[in-house]
């Protein structure tokens, strides 16, 4: 620990997780309970797309949430009671994840994110959406609601480069995502990346964590690609339109994109979680603890840390 030269920890790890933010910011370890508010997506019911991006599983990036069939209610006890059995939990944010939590009239969303405000031991509200999905009067809500509580809007970039972005089918441009960004100003914000999208190289990655900094987000989530069972990416992938890295080349491009990246930016994750029996590949992002080792190992071993090359970056350009 001695020599761990990054400041935003109080343990092994040289980037700022969202478990030592939890402890800063609400004295002891907060969880995150993904919830399904039954809603759908721009990007599958033909408002900008049909059938979604290629990677999108059925559930709407919200494969650990309860059955929007359940009241928000009993969803939320569901989930808290695992997290429960396995942690000292302090509190818990409730955090809209499936589909577009902001595709509806805003009274519909008011109702919702209220109720979800008012669950037992909640200390926030985190809502995942798209950028191109904000409409003027659902921002003065989030405004309005951010004013009360602890609120965290995730947005999904994936990618800064345009063509991967029409390659998977994400329905919005990188200027579309800007715009979005744009209207949450002073707000949190946390960007959700893909690494090792079709197509993409080791630079274009690194692109995109770069220009991500530039954005000075409150948290990015890291994202390794995971192909799941009945998306249209496992058809791509089962016909050889693209290949996977094995660990140790993501392990390489997290440790170069942490780097670039501000260290007071929270990094809510370093890898997805997919659902044991809809993963087809990659295989290795099944054993996530042996990945998080392998990070802190590769970047003690380089004797880097989230934004180490910062300055570098901001003097240089
Ligand atoms: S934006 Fe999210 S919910 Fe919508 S299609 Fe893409 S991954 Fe699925």
């Known amino acids: 620990m001695k020599e761990n030269p990054f400041v935003f920890t109080d343990s092994n790890k040289r980037y700022y997780t ?17 919830l399904d508010g039954g809603f759908t997506c721009p990007n599958i019911d033909g408002r900008c797309g049909r059938g979604g991006c290629t990677y999108c599983s059925g559930r709407g990036s919200g494969d650990f949430a309860p059955s929007p069939l359940l009241p928000l209610t009993e969803q939320y006890d569901a989930v808290r009671k695992i997290m429960d059995r396995k942690w000292k939990v302090t509190g818990y944010i409730p955090y809209l994840q499936a589909h ?11 109702a ?5 405000l008012a669950l037992p031991g909640a200390l926030g509200l985190a809502i995942a959406t798209r950028a191109d999905c ?30 991967t972005a029409r390659r998977i089918g994400r329905g919005h441009d990188f200027a579309a995502f800007l715009r979005g960004y744009e209207k949450l100003a ?16 080791p630079d274009m990655m690194l692109g995109t964590a770069k220009a991500v900094a ?8 890291f994202h390794m690609l995971c192909v799941l069972r009945g998306s249209a990416l496992e058809k791509e992938y089962r016909a050889g339109g693209f290949s996977l890295p094995g660990k140790d080349a993501y392990i390489d491009i997290l440790c170069r994109q942490l780097e670039v990246l501000p260290p007071e930016t929270v990094i809510g994750r370093v890898t997805g979680d997919a659902p044991e029996e809809l993963l087809v590949a990659p295989d290795w992002t099944r054993k996530k603890i042996d990945l998080l080792n392998s990070l802190d190992k590769e970047l003690t071993k380089r004797n880097s840390c989230q934004g180490k090359f910062v300055e570098t970056i901001q003097k240089n350009g």
């Open 18 to 34: 969202y478990d030592y933010y939890g402890k800063k910011t609400f004295g002891g370890k907060v969880c995150k309970v993904p």
């Open 100 to 110: 577009t939590n902001t595709y509806a009239p805003v009274s519909r969303l008011r």
């Open 112 to 116: 919702l994110y209220e109720e979800a």
């Open 134 to 163: 904000l409409e003027d009067d659902t921002v003065a809500l989030l405004r309005d609601i951010d004013k009360r509580t602890h609120l965290t809007v995730e947005l999904g970039l994936q990618t800064i480069h345009d063509d």
């Open 186 to 201: 002073g707000l949190r914000v946390m960007i959700h990346l893909i690494d090792f999208l079709p197509g993409e190289t």
């Open 214 to 221: 530039a954005l000075r987000p409150h948290g990015v989530k």
